[in-house]
């Protein structure tokens, strides 16, 4: 059971890492922006629109399996999950949370530009 308990545990920092490796390809927008014109920017910038809406939910979703996560391997492991054991006890925890509202902040500058 341990086994299936730390891969449960794993598919947050994957999932995390396919994320980031997104939002370094979404930040390139910056630079593009730049260099086209004309039509080929406006379907870029619906591109560019687009994948950051998906990237807004992408981080809500790991963010959700972060908590799923924890309570599975609670319950592997303890065979019972408290609502302590759900509570972020260390800044990596309170981080992704707060990682959550600079992405709703994010979003929102996005969606007014």
């Known amino acids: 059971m341990e086994v299936v308990a730390t891969a449960i545990i794993l598919l947050h920092p994957l999932s995390a ?3 980031i490796w997104l939002f370094i390809n979404q930040r390139k927008w910056r ?3 730049t ?5 080929e920017r406006q379907k870029e910038l619906k591109n560019h629109e687009k ?6 939910f992408y981080v809500i979703g790991v963010i959700s399996l972060a908590f799923l996560s924890k309570i ?3 319950q592997i ?7 302590s054991d759900l509570i972020p006890n260390h800044f990596h925890g309170w981080a992704g949370l707060l990682g959550l509202g600079l ?7 996005g969606l007014r530009a």
């Open 35 to 39: 260099i086209l014109k004309g039509s």
């Open 17 to 19: 890492l396919a994320v």
């Open 103 to 109: 992405m709703i902040y994010l979003r929102h500058l």
């Open 77 to 83: 492991i303890n065979g019972e999950v408290g609502i």
């Open 72 to 74: 599975f391997y609670f």
């Open 31 to 33: 630079q593009k922006s």
């Open 51 to 56: 994948n950051g809406n998906k990237l807004f």
